[in-house]
């Protein structure tokens, strides 16, 4: 597998962080928010849209003509937007977290797909051209950020 460094360092998180998720207070969920005012229930919706859209942007670049034009989801606001439409807020805690687990394993699953033979087609993001592998190699960097921003905000006191 030649993403297997990005599956080994995401999938331990997802799991120990199910965990630490289940075991948060309604209050912290809703109440705290970070520098982009979120709360934890919206960085955790944020990360699954994150997780799901990249999702579909490895699939589109292993057999779409390079370079592939897909809508980047988090420029422009837009990310906020889909959070805002989806309503994190009142969406089931539970749910959220297994939909936010899931989608997370489901993309490392596909990660651990991928045809090295695409990993240099491009993705036009609109803000400049992404190759398939820096795309994946990315991904634990994002994902670590939104972890990080969330211990913050269970730290704060």
């Keep these: ?3 297997k460094d990005v599956v080994q360092s995401i999938k331990p998180g997802v799991l120990e962080w199910e965990v630490r998720l289940m075991s948060l207070n309604h209050d912290l969920l809703v109440d705290r928010r970070n520098s982009q005012n979120r709360t934890i229930k919206e960085i955790v919706g944020h990360m699954y849209d994150s997780a799901s859209n990249n999702t579909h942007r490895i699939i589109h670049l292993q057999y779409q003509p390079s370079p592939f034009q897909f809508p980047c989801y988090a420029s422009n606001g837009n990310n906020d937007r ?5 309503n994190y807020l009142d969406e089931d805690w539970n749910n959220l977290v297994q939909t936010w687990k899931y989608g997370h394993l489901h993309f490392l699953h ?3 797909q991928i045809d090295i033979a ?7 993001s609109g803000n400049g051209m992404v190759s398939l592998k820096e795309m994946v190699e990315d991904f634990p960097r994002h994902f670590y950020l939104h972890l990080k921003e969330i211990q913050e905000l269970i730290d704060r006191c």
């Design 1 to 3: 597998m030649y993403f």
């Design 110 to 112: 596909v990660v651990a």
């Design 118 to 124: 695409k990993l240099n087609n491009q993705w036009d």
């Design 82 to 86: 889909w959070i805002a439409i989806q």
